[in-house]
């Protein structure tokens, strides 16, 4: 699809990410080059390291990399100035905590571009990311709680920052048909009747896959249940050896990584997310889009992926029987409050998260800046 208006001249727009990891943050990354390129713009996506699970998800999109090998340091970006002076960007966009450390750099040594910086996690920032907080042209904040926590804890003027909402990687399409989701449900040993809980993320330890195992093994006894943990990482194999410690091994199925998790959301009955810093979960948006209702602790953002107290809960950082209780509300109630709470996640979620929207309000807020501002 097309979103540039024929008024509107081409703009060059230079996307930095550090490495196209399997991440909530680098399939936005890929989706915005994309998106920017498809609506006529000439696009560029600068990655510091080689490699990476989407790497090979990049098809004909003008890609370049800094390290000529994976030296497996995530802030090492060689030559960046003199990348980025070839390209001639007439906006860079900073993507993930490394990219957005350099941004103040950047901005400096290109002070014709608009630069702008990202806030997307909960987690502490380092100096230099709130450095360039302070020197880039501008601040994307993917939720309104991200803006709030820039103007309170980084003294940054609130005409400063943009809310634009992540967007959908994986709307979903029609309602997955009951054979489908029974197919998938069967192989991994669940019945039309187990509770499956649902988390796809990659495995780190600000993830929260580890305290979702022991939330988990509170649940009842007698019930029928299963946790499936979708994703991989460095922090899997600690995992494992936690579900087994737990005596959960019967119950918990690692999946692995996958490439389009949409058939994990048509078959699972709620999904669960338990991290405390993580920002606005791409998990939690992709789920509401499939119909899932979700359960998850209070982080920055996580309130705004939802709708509380219907479509979902938000429970306090480790109230573990708050969240037990409310799994068990969702997962077992009746067929009717299920279908009509899963048509409502689905509304708000294509409604909020709307690729498209979220494309056009980006080329709105680089158009605004490389005409009518100077960093």
């Known amino acids: 699809f097309t979103l540039r208006p024929a008024a509107v001249r081409a703009m060059k727009i230079l996307v930095v990410q550090d490495q196209l990891r399997s991440g909530g943050t680098e399939r936005q990354s890929i989706l915005l080059s ?4 498809d609506s006529g713009h000439h696009v560029r996506l600068l990655t510091f390291r080689p490699g990476g699970a989407l790497d090979g998800s990049l098809e004909d999109l003008p890609r370049v990399c800094l390290q000529p090998f994976d030296t497996k340091l995530d802030w090492f970006a060689p030559e960046l100035g003199r990348a980025v002076a070839r390209f001639g960007p007439d906006v ?19 002070p014709d571009a608009a630069v702008i910086a990202t806030m997307r996690t909960g987690k502490p920032l380092p100096w230099l990311f709130r450095r360039s907080l302070r020197r880039a042209s501008h601040i994307v904040a993917n939720s309104a709680d991200a803006k709030a926590t820039l103007i309170r ?15 959908l990687v994986f709307p979903a399409g029609a309602v997955a ?19 499956v809980l649902l988390s796809v993320a990659m495995f780190r330890p600000e993830k929260g896959q580890s305290e979702l195992l022991t939330t988990a093994a509170q649940l009842p006894s007698g019930l029928d249940w299963q946790l499936w943990l979708a994703g991989d990482g460095p922090a899997l194999d600690a995992c494992r050896k936690s579900a087994t410690a737990l005596g959960l091994d019967n119950r918990v199925r690692f999946l692995g990584w996958q490439a389009s998790p949409a058939p994990l959301y048509a078959a699972a009955d709620v999904a669960v997310h338990a991290s405390s810093s993580e920002g606005l979960s791409n998990f939690l948006i992709e789920a509401q889009a499939h119909g899932v209702p979700a359960v998850a602790y209070e982080a920055q953002g996580v309130g705004e992926c939802l709708i509380p107290k219907d479509t979902g809960y938000v429970i306090p950082p480790g109230d573990r029987g708050a969240f037990v209780e409310a799994v068990l509300r969702l997962g077992q109630s009746d067929p009717a409050a299920k279908s009509g709470r899963s048509d409502r996640a689905r509304r708000f979620a294509r409604e909020r998260f709307d690729p498209a929207s979220r494309t056009r ?8 800046l490389t005409t009518n501002s100077t960093p």
């Open 34 to 37: 994309r998106a920017f390129r």
């Open 92 to 110: 860079v966009l900073c993507m993930g905590r490394m990219a957005n450390c350099y941004a103040g750099r950047i901005q400096g040594q290109n």
């Open 177 to 195: 048909d009951s054979d489908s989701r029974r197919a998938l449900r069967t192989r991994h040993g669940a019945t039309d009747s187990t509770l």
């Open 153 to 167: 804890s980084h003294a940054i003027r609130a005409e400063n920052v943009t809310v634009i909402y992540n967007g």
């Open 361 to 368: 309000s980006y080329l709105d807020l680089f158009s605004r």
